[in-house]
């Protein structure tokens, strides 16, 4: 059974980090993309950052560009999103996702992947 399970989120001042990560289950890990999105209150779910399979590509939302860092560890079965410098509008909720065949060039803005997690609450806030 697929899973996919985050944590790392919390409270934190603005400008302040947190290091959020996606535990993956049940599948080929290393076959599929994972993408970061998020959901604030009222709003939609919008597309934070991506990377791919094996060669490990990654992508940004413009909003998040040269603050926050995806990576991931294979051997983990685990994708990380490393955010620094957080503003209150970075406030949501973050969901990892998961999807074998995703397009690339759309992974940080397609919703249709397969797999989704439960998500965790970033707040930031003074």
């Known amino acids: 059974q697929l899973q996919l399970v985050e944590s790392g989120g919390g409270l934190v001042q603005p400008g302040g980090s947190l290091r959020l990560s996606c535990a993956a289950s049940?599948?080929?890990?290393?076959?599929?993309?994972i993408g970061w999105f998020r959901q604030a209150p009222g709003k939609e779910r919008e597309g934070v950052s991506c990377?791919?399979?094996?060669?490990?590509?990654?992508n940004y939302a413009d909003s998040v560009k040269g603050r926050f860092t995806i990576s991931r560890d294979n051997a983990k079965n685990t994708v990380y999103l490393q955010m620094n410098s957080l503003k209150p509008e970075d406030t949501a909720v973050y969901y990892c996702?998961?999807?074998?065949?995703?397009?690339?060039?759309?992974?940080?803005?397609?919703?249709?992947?397969?797999?989704w997690g439960q998500g965790t609450q970033v707040t930031v806030s003074s």
């Open positions: 049940g599948f080929t890990f290393d076959a599929y993309a």
């Open positions: 996702a998961a999807d074998p065949s995703i397009l690339f060039r759309l992974c940080v803005v397609s919703k249709t992947y397969d797999y």
């Open positions: 990377i791919s399979g094996r060669a490990g590509r990654t």
